[in-house]
């Protein structure tokens, strides 16, 4: 028994145990045991004194990998000159290991295989994009190194914003030793494997913890990476060198249509975009600024966009914004920070379209906001402050052609002012809304619609809604309801209800009183019906409660009843429990 073995100051392995056994000639080994880093090991083996001294083992290490099992079988049978070694990997990874081993030789093997299957980063690393990578290694020793080939497929590639890897094929060549290793004849496909047109190609370097790349972009299509993109065939030359303290990176993209130029380094905790310039004929974007990433997290961001056509970039409405940002601040916990934008001579879908901002905002707290925004006739304004007690943040709008706003999906007109009060913990809010059609996006329609809203967020605060609401519809259904009116009158604790809609051929009226219980953010709400009435075209179907029933609502579950029906005017009479 050996309680540890160091090399070195490190422990290569403790508590170990084993059975020696010889003949003079067969000399075993059995019952190993050891503590590794990488687990546990049990092995047995058997090698015989005489030349060519054939030699038997078998061995297993029980890890884990990213918190995940991970076991490893080992198995050796040969000469000791030449001994093949095979291991075998099963748990959170699959694989397979092929290792010629040359102890006797100046180079400690002359062949390595290997092959690992059903590899996802998501598995290992948390906010990773998800993939199914293949990956096959195939070295010999070269000088005092080794040199080979490796190709990583990835089954399953996808844009990032779907949490998926967009690189479907990356191989090339390796050569080095442990102070360097270089890759060369780099190939990364993006997208589908059968496109060929979208990839990377170039090669890189490893040396003293840091990892260079020099490659070249063929083709490359944005819409691979972020699937709101347009499809682009950029091409031009990328640089990255990364480091544990240090990295950088520069492009230089350009296709028939688009330009794309950044430049970025990080050190000393201290990310610094010190370019970045998107054109598109005449439409361009560029911006610059940096951020701590420590302690101060403070930032500093500046841009312009001229004639800037989002649609030309993304799937985005068309438009021709002239405008210049910026914003500083820190963005730590309970740091301010200051923004403001000026759009001036620009159009959104046709429309005149300009605007002011600024806001000066401590998350959830709003020191002071001034925002103007004109889009043809339509105007939004917010003013004001929100988070202390006696702030008011007031939001107008005033938007009698929303169809000039048509490729947002908008239609109609709404009219209408906010005033939003308080702290985070108890704000207020109290709203008044009307239109006298509104399309929606998803082609939601509503005519003839009113609110009146008071709400705060203490429990015994006042809560009053009036709602009414002449049609609400689709294109396909244009009288999903009808003659909506919905008031609610008390205290968060304690209000009443009335509600009356028709449907169809169909009328529902009822009534309930009830409250909040606790905050009503928490949506737990427990009261009962105190009336309901159905009133159809088939006077079969008419029904009434003939007496108040229980009703408790919480996001988890619902509960109704029990509850007494009855039919009018035929006479039947039913009990109904529900949740």
């Known amino acids: 028994t050996i309680s540890e073995i160091r090399w070195n100051d490190h422990s290569l392995a403790r508590d170990i145990s084993a059975q020696l056994d010889s003949d003079g000639r067969q000399h075993r080994l059995v019952k190993l045991s050891a503590t590794l880093d990488a687990g546990q090991l049990t092995a047995d083996g058997k090698i015989d004194g005489a030349a060519p001294f054939a030699t038997t083992a078998t061995a297993h290490i029980a890890s884990q990998l990213a918190e995940q099992p991970l076991e490893v079988a080992i198995q050796a049978d040969g000469r000791l000159a030449t001994l ?33 299957s059903g590899l996802d980063p998501a598995d290992w690393m948390d906010g990773a994009p998800r993939a199914t990578l293949d990956v096959e290694l195939d070295a010999q020793p070269h ?82 990476l972020a699937s709101q993109l347009r499809p682009t065939a950029f091409s031009g030359p990328l640089r990255a060198e990364l480091g544990a303290q240090t990295q950088s990176l520069s492009l230089d993209l350009k296709e028939p249509r688009f330009s794309l130029r950044a430049g970025a380094a990080y050190e000393k905790q201290r990310l610094r975009l010190s370019q970045l310039d998107i054109a598109a004929g005449n439409a361009r974007l560029s911006a610059e600024g940096e951020v701590d990433v420590g302690t101060d997290r403070a930032f500093r961001l500046a841009g312009q966009l001229q004639r800037f056509d989002p649609a030309r970039f993304a799937r985005l409405p068309s438009a021709d914004i002239n405008a210049r940002f910026k914003a500083q601040g820190r963005l730590a916990s309970g740091a301010p920070v200051d923004a403001s934008f000026d759009i001036t001579d ?24 001034d925002i103007v925004l004109n889009a043809g006739a339509n105007q939004l304004q917010a003013t004001g402050a929100f988070g202390r007690a006696n702030d008011v943040l007031t939001l107008r709008i005033d938007a009698p052609q929303l169809s000039q706003l048509a490729p947002l999906g908008l239609d109609g007109d709404l009219h209408g002012e906010a005033e939003l009060r308080g702290s985070r913990e108890q704000p207020a809010l109290s709203a008044r809304l009307r239109s006298r059609q509104l399309t929606l996006p998803g082609a939601i329609r509503l005519r003839g619609a009113e609110l009146q809203a008071t709400l705060a967020g203490a429990p015994a605060a006042p809560l009053h809604l009036n709602l009414q609401l002449a049609r609400l519809g689709k294109a396909d259904t244009p009288d999903l309801l009808r003659d909506l009116q919905l008031r609610v009158d008390g205290s968060n604790t304690r209000h009443s209800l009335q509600a009356s809609v028709a449907h169809s051929q169909h009328q529902l009226t009822l009534s309930a009183d009830g409250g909040f219980d606790g905050a009503p953010s928490a949506g737990r709400w427990r009261g009962q019906l105190l009336t309901a009435e159905l009133q159809a075209e088939d006077a079969a179907r008419n029904f009434r409660l003939n007496a108040p029933a229980a009703l408790a609502i919480s996001p988890q579950s619902w509960q109704f009843g029990p509850a007494q029906l009855v039919g009018t005017p035929l006479d039947w009479q039913a009990t109904l429990h529900a949740g």
């Not at 990892?211 to 490359?220: C, E, I, K, P, R």
């Open 84 to 116: 093949p070694l095979r291991a075998h990997a099963s748990g959170c990874l699959q694989g397979q290991a092929d290792i010629t081993l040359t102890p006797f030789a100046a180079t400690p093997f002359t062949q390595a295989r290997v092959a690992l």
């Open 143 to 224: 000088d005092d190194g080794l040199r080979g080939i490796f190709e990583i497929r990835n089954r399953q590639p996808g844009p990032l914003d779907r949490q998926r890897l967009p690189i479907s094929l990356l191989r090339g060549r390796l050569a080095g030793d442990e102070a360097a290793l270089q890759f060369s004849a780099l190939d990364a496909r993006l997208g589908p494997l059968q496109r060929t047109d979208n990839r990377l190609s170039g090669d890189g370097r490893w040396q003293d913890g840091q990892l260079t790349l020099s490659l070249q972009a063929h083709g490359l299509d944005a819409a691979t």
């Open 346 to 369: 620009s159009r959104f879908a046709g429309q005149p379209l300009s605007g002011r901002g600024q806001i000066v905002a401590n998350w959830p707290q709003i020191q002071r906001a």
